[in-house]
């Protein structure tokens, strides 16, 4: 399975893999992280500059504006509510669609920030204002009203799988959220939908390794939320775009893979090596990734 893993998620791996291969450029402080510290996007004609897990975007709009009845964000403090607009679009499209099913108001996660590029701590990717994290909770109590300002910076999200982490909570993950998921994989824009391998395994089981499967991938962590992956818009040449997934299903062995003991060695190994890192190296090594294309953002 080796083969398909390169195939399925090399531009991934640096989510849990870091190369230690030559030092860290030396970072001041560990919020010395001139993306995150930008509040304010920068105007200018919306453009996707880069990859995924190394770029920047201009002309970024705040989700916040159109917050309301459809959705809530989650933990403002982080200030990752930053898109492009073509993300901001696909939130209210996903909100307005899931409000309709009657599912209560989407809980929207992180996005990116201001003028995208690294994170100080957390994700690699969410760099270009194209990626977003939706929580799982759907049809709860608390989703049919306002969450107050303390929950929404406090309140837990919920995972989809049971206690032993051997496969999904039946009681949690239903019908709904398969549908959801069902309807944002058939969307034109999105390129991938990242679930954990435990959800995606469900799906395959409930669907009968239906077509639309080949856009949700399995990536460690992701039984919270689903992340939203969109496609490079169209003229935007400066946007570097994923290869595109395999047009299988990709329920059979590819699937298998992310349960053996390679997938686990592999796991081990990446967390191994980014323990071995401080949080500054870390920073460093995702600040010196960004393209120069980028720096007159900052500027």
Known sequence: M?????NCAPALLAVLLVSVSSPAPAVATELDNPWADAGEPV??????????SAGCVQGAASVLADEGPTFQVMRKSRRRYFAHPDMVRFVNKLASEI??????????????????GPTTTGHASHQIGLDGDFWFWLDSPANHRTLTEQEVEQLSAISMLDQQRQGVDNERFQAKHLSVLKYVSQQPEVARVFVNPLIKKAACEATDQAAWLNKLRPWW??????????????????CRSQSPPPSTHGC?????WWSSED?????RKGQEISRKLTSLQKLAKKLAKVPGQCKPLLQ
């Open 221 to 238: 962590g992701h039984h919270y939320h689903f992340h939203v992956r969109l496609h490079c818009p169209a003229g935007q040449a400066a």
């Open 252 to 256: 059979g062995k590819e699937l298998a």
């Open 43 to 52: 105007s200018g004609a919306p453009r996707a500059i880069g990859g995924y």
């Open 99 to 116: 409000q309709h099913r009657e599912f209560g108001t989407l809980l929207v996660g992180d996005l990116g920030q201001a003028r995208g």
């Open 263 to 267: 997938a686990m060695e592999r796991l």
């Open 2 to 6: 080796t083969s398909t893993f390169a």
